[in-house]
């Protein structure tokens, strides 16, 4: 069984405040998450985003009963937006995790994501002893990412994209943690 997470901590970075999500982030999210750039490469995110969905999504984040941690890149310490993104760790049995994440369009090619990700590797939340991430294979961009903080390529498989509403190739990478 896996157990919920009840708190969550605060990581910095040298430009992001990777924080727990708050009701005010409702706005940025959804009007991030409307956008076909964010959610086509994802495979949760609907498109059109429908009414409610950011507020859903908020609510489940802070649910204590929860079994994933959600994080907002907070970028306003660094004159970014308050909200630049998203990153999450889904808990997996077996002491495993699974890494995902989104960035608004304004902030790619930043560094952003890269900077992310090595913060929550480094810190290892939920002391998971391994992590895995999958990317759409059209997504080059975010392999990179994965593969720049020590993903290694694990097998190609197919996924379900909501917002496109069709199964997409994608590619599937694990991290040993331990």
């Known amino acids: 069984m896996i157990k919920p997470i009840r708190t969550q901590p605060t990581l ?25 750039r964010v ?26 009963a929860r079994s994933d941690d959600v994080w ?17 760790l ?11 994440y989104w960035l608004a369009p304004a902030y790619w090619n930043m560094g952003l994501a890269r900077e992310a990700v090595r913060a929550l590797i480094s810190l ?8 895995f991430a999958e990317v759409f294979q059209d997504n080059v961009r975010s392999a990179r990412v994965l593969t720049d903080m020590g993903f290694s390529y694990l097998g190609d498989a197919e996924s379900y994209c909501v ?4 199964t997409v190739a994608t590619w599937t990478y694990l991290r040993n943690m331990e």
Do not use: C, W
């Not at 994802?42 to 649910?63: D, K, M, Y």
């Not at 290892?124 to 992590?131: A, E, G, L």
């Not at 917002?163 to 069709?166: D, L, P």
């Open 12 to 36: 910095l970075t040298n430009r992001l405040v990777l924080r727990p999500i708050r009701k005010s982030d409702v706005g940025l999210i959804g009007l991030y998450a409307s956008d076909i």
């Open 39 to 64: 959610s086509g490469p994802t495979r949760s995110i609907p498109h059109p985003l429908p009414p409610g969905a950011a507020e859903a999504f908020v609510e489940q984040a802070q649910n204590p």
């Open 72 to 88: 907002i890149l907070d970028g306003s310490d660094s004159d970014l937006a308050e909200v630049v993104g998203v990153i999450g």
């Open 90 to 100: 889904k808990r997996l049995d077996r002491r495993q995790g699974e890494l995902g």
């Open 124 to 131: 290892n939340p939920q002391v998971s002893k391994t992590m």
């Open 163 to 166: 917002a496109r509403k069709t």
